[in-house]
């Protein structure tokens, strides 16, 4: 089995696990290159169908050509499709940076959503190679009754042997493409020929690597106009794929901070 067909049968064994384990659950779509891929190994777990929610929790400040997408293929792929907004900024923290406190918006969006709809687990397509965080994470993830998460308290997955059992009432996040790489996503997209949003391919010599909001999602310096150049960029470039996110900028312990209280 060749590398990309293992990943996927990998995948697919713990969407199918979460499935089975967990009573209430949802996917979580944020609509970028590594959600996209998680939906569609999602319909591929389940011969087409997703037998789940999939939920976009909306800050309305994302790209237009990001909801055009959302639209076009929450119809397309039949899925059961639910939007959640996010609270204004004026809510959230104001100790955090600027972008960290407008990005805060989407944790305290995803709480509601959990309560509103009793949801006891969520399938997020975080990457372990993403950010140094998330590297801490597990597959199977057990969160707090507020969605918070504590690193230092996580169970072992050696070879992976995910526990999928938790006392009644645990809230838990479920990660399929923990393993993955960038360039997995994008050699999978093309093998499978996933659809693309067109931000991610280079304009006037940018291009983003990862999308966010509008106003603290900014392009990197790329002449990649193809899966084929993108992949081919990746293999050289010492540039981080979220360093066009502002809050990866800002005080080094915002993000795990988010991450604690349940950002994703």
Not at 82 to 102: G, H, I, W
Not at 120 to 147: H, W, Y
Request: hydrophobic share 40%; aromatic share 10%.
């Amino acid at each position: 089995m060749d590398r990309l067909s293992a990943l996927e049968a990998q995948s697919i064994f713990i969407l199918r696990e979460a499935f089975n384990r967990i009573d209430k659950l949802a996917l979580l779509w944020s609509l970028g290159k590594d959600s996209n891929v998680m939906v569609w190994l999602a319909r591929k777990a389940f011969f087409g169908h997703v037998p789940f929610p999939v939920m976009h929790v909306d800050t309305e400040k994302k790209f237009p050509e990001m909801y055009a997408f959302r639209d076009r293929y929450a119809k397309e792929w039949n899925l059961t499709f639910l939007r959640e907004l996010c609270p204004p900024v004026e809510e959230m923290d104001e100790t955090l940076p600027p972008a960290a406190r407008s990005a805060a918006r989407k944790t305290a969006g995803l709480k509601a959503a959990i309560a509103k709809h009793g949801f006891n687990g969520l399938i997020a397509g975080i990457r372990r190679d993403e950010e140094a965080t998330r590297a801490k994470e597990r597959v199977f993830s057990p969160r707090g009754d507020q969605g918070n998460w504590d690193f230092r308290d996580q169970p072992p997955e050696f070879f992976d042997q995910y526990k999928t059992e938790f006392p009644p009432g645990t809230h838990v996040r479920v990660h399929p493409l923990l393993h993955w790489t960038e360039v997995d996503i994008w050699l999978y997209t093309k093998r499978e020929n996933i659809p693309v949003i067109p931000l991610y391919f280079a304009k006037d010599g940018k291009r983003y690597r990862s999308l966010g909001d509008q106003d603290i999602t900014n392009p990197v310096p790329s002449t990649a106009v193809t899966i084929d150049e993108i992949i081919e960029e990746l293999r050289t470039t010492r540039v981080a794929e979220r360093s066009g996110r502002a809050m990866d900028h800002e005080a080094e312990d915002s993000f795990e901070r988010l991450r604690a209280e349940g950002y994703l």
